[in-house]
């Protein structure tokens, strides 16, 4: 226990090779006790015909079998559980996910508590003090009593979706270097101040994360706020998985606490190709997330950026996998095309692409104050690139998109899917 809090110093993260050295550390460790405690993975490991021993580092995961979320959805939840832990006095967290079906991940407090220490380390990394002051928004599903009690942080709750006003009476009032958020909230968190005349307090910079920062929404923070925005990359399983370096401008894994490989089905892929990430959460214990597939598109760089901090870097996350659009004529449009199309356009803040007849997709937007009039234009010709002739577009201007039922944005919704709504 001691040992990883001690891992957590700046000074332990210059050395590449003492760093690699830690990972192979964890993940024996790690391995090791899944076998031991954990039916799923003692069944799993057992059908792949490994013995844990074999496992002597990072080298050697790729001898594991992936796991796929279905896998462990089938899973008892018991099998999931280190035969230790007693779900009554672990943490949970809950994900919706793309099919709505809830999914339950649990940890111990000491597990959460180390995963928010990391999480404050790729902060401190970027700048923030340990007396600075943040704002917390509520969205992120994170309780910043838990480190207020700790004593350690000072950190307070705000919610700028259901009282942006207050937010920012809160924030004139306490001050804080940082404002912690989700994009959708952040664009929302921005119209309300520039409504409002300004912050009237200069924050040290804006922590964006739980979804895909799109290059529109970080410049229109950035102006309203008048401070860079810093990226963070995680998912519910393993907490944070790459923060965005104020130094580099890459996309840090924090290799001490997950292991990230980028595979095509079981294949890993070379830098500069996307594949799905793949995590190994090296802390979690009482619920081991092993080689465990995210839908997230991710791609490391063909050449990193030189950086003082020695951890691996990723391009920035595009986000999940999204199935393609399919036609009445049975051809299909790949969702992520459509999405590339938009995002790059100077003006949008926010924007749907919705598949409401197999050949009609209506694309309301949200633009930029500062977008050109032309904007409705462009996003047509932009999407009209990669959409057939025999598919119409209705693209409409619109003040508001709604969040759904997650308090999420999705960006392409299929007929399918629409329809389920
Ligand atoms: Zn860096």
Redesign the pocket.
Known sequence: MLTSLLDLRPSAVRNGRRLAAVRDRRVRGLVAAAYRDVAFYRRAFDAAGVRPEQIRGVADLERLPVVEKSDLRAAELTDRLARWARPERLISHHTSGSTGEPFQILRTRYEEYLLQAYQHRSNVLNGLRRKDARAYDVGMGFDPRWIHRWGVLPAFAVDPVNDAEGTIAEIRRRKPAAFITRPNTLHHAAQAIERAGGLGHQLRFVLSGGEVLEPSVRRYAEHIFGCPVVDLYGAHEVALIAFE?A????Y?VLDDSVVVEVLDGDRPVAPGEVGDAVVTALHSYAMPFIRYRLRDRIRRPVDP?P???A?Q?IEQPQGRRLDPLRLSDGTSVPAHRLMHAVRELEGVARYQVRQEQPDLLHIPYVALPQASGGLGAEIEAALRAYVPASVALRVEEVDDLPFNKAGKHVTVLGYDRLRKE
Not at 247 to 250: K, L, N, Q, T, Y
Request: net charge positive.
């Open positions: 370096c130094r580099c401008r890459g840090h950026p950086c003082e901090w951890f870097t």
